[in-house]
């Protein structure tokens, strides 16, 4: 990759974030003016835990988003993921055995992701859409006969695990800030980080340095069920019981955050702080959707229209990015 081509990809995925950072600022200004309520306590309570378990979930999927994968099963790992947790937590197990029992769930279904797209060669969005599909299956089996909820006989220390807060800021929200931090300077400072970057950009040239394109992709998925399973438990922890619909359509909003905070289906760009900015993004406006009681259809038809524009918009990218690295006639 050249350094015209690293440098505009840089320079494009800053301007990109602060796009998207600047929309977010001016739609929580245009909310605190059109809705009182959305400075209330518990409005911004609210928010946090809304951000808090998206982010986690959200560094994992850019982190595919570098090398040019993504994964559709976010969502439903994370609800499996949970209801292991509590499962192993309502039969009596002590509450390490039942956060390990759960984060175990979710990395061996990043594991199988990894292995079929890896090392079998099928494509990603394949295996993972019918990862989710199956896991949602799972889910409605173990859950049969619970209109809502099941599983609700956790220890006292598992809950407070969840809800644990300090002067009206959520514990999981500055966990999930801090992760986010120590993973943005491991993109920066680390080899691998830059690794990951470098493989999506140029797989042939990547490979060509030695770098194992299979090995990076396995344990990147891996990474991204670990990180959707964690962010189940905590969840978990936080409402007091197993929720059949946890994670249900996360996926698509973890994706749309992912591209509105400069990834890029092609790869080859991205940062942990974008998708720090989308996720705000994405909550703003589900915040906004909510105070403004705006319909349902209606929400679905702007989440749908969001979704086509970003993906038409890293479309067009991909192909400037692509014409970028042509050699010049002159």
Not at 183 to 195: D, I, K, N, Q, V
Not at 302 to 318: H, P
Request: glycine share 14%; hydrophobic share 60%.
């Amino acid at each position: 990759m050249s350094i015209r081509k690293i440098s505009f990809l840089r320079v494009q995925r800053l301007e990109q974030e602060s796009l998207t950072l600047g929309v977010a600022l001016l739609m929580a200004v245009a909310l605190a003016l059109l809705s009182p309520a959305f400075l209330d306590a518990n409005n911004l309570a609210s928010l946090q835990t809304s951000i808090a378990p998206n982010l986690i979930v959200a560094l994992g999927m850019m982190t595919l988003f570098m090398i040019g994968r993504f994964d559709l099963s976010v969502g439903a790992v994370m609800g499996i993921s949970g209801i292991a947790a509590a499962m192993a937590l309502d039969a009596g197990a002590p509450m390490p055995l039942g956060i390990a029992a759960g984060l175990a769930a979710g990395l061996a279904i990043g594991a199988f992701n990894g292995f079929m797209v890896a090392y079998l060669g099928i494509n990603h969005l394949i295996v993972t859409l019918g990862v989710l599909y199956m896991t949602r299956g799972i889910i409605e089996v173990i859950m049969v006969g619970a209109k809502l909820a099941g599983f609700t006989s956790f220890p006292a220390s598992f809950s407070a695990l969840g809800q644990w807060s300090f002067g009206g800021i959520s514990a999981i929200f500055v966990f999930a800030l801090l992760l986010c931090l120590c993973a943005e300077l491991f993109l920066r400072l680390t080899f691998p980080g830059r690794s990951l970057l470098f493989l999506g950009g140029n797989p042939q040239a990547a490979e060509a340095t030695g770098l194992n394109r299979r090995r990076i992709e396995f344990w990147a998925f891996v990474l991204s069920g670990g990180l959707a399973a964690l962010a189940g438990v905590l969840m978990t922890a936080r409402i007091g019981m197993a929720n059949r619909y946890m994670g249900e359509g996360l996926e698509m909003q973890i994706f749309i955050a992912c591209l509105v905070g400069g990834g890029s289906i092609g790869g080859g760009k991205g940062s942990y702080v974008g998708a720090l900015v989308g996720v705000l993004f994405i909550a703003l406006l589900t915040n906004a959707f909510n105070l403004l009681a705006v319909p349902s259809e209606w929400q679905a038809v702007v989440i749908g229209g969001v979704l086509v524009l970003v993906v038409t918009v890293d479309a067009i990218l991909v192909l400037r990015k692509a014409g970028l690295g042509a050699p010049s006639s002159g």
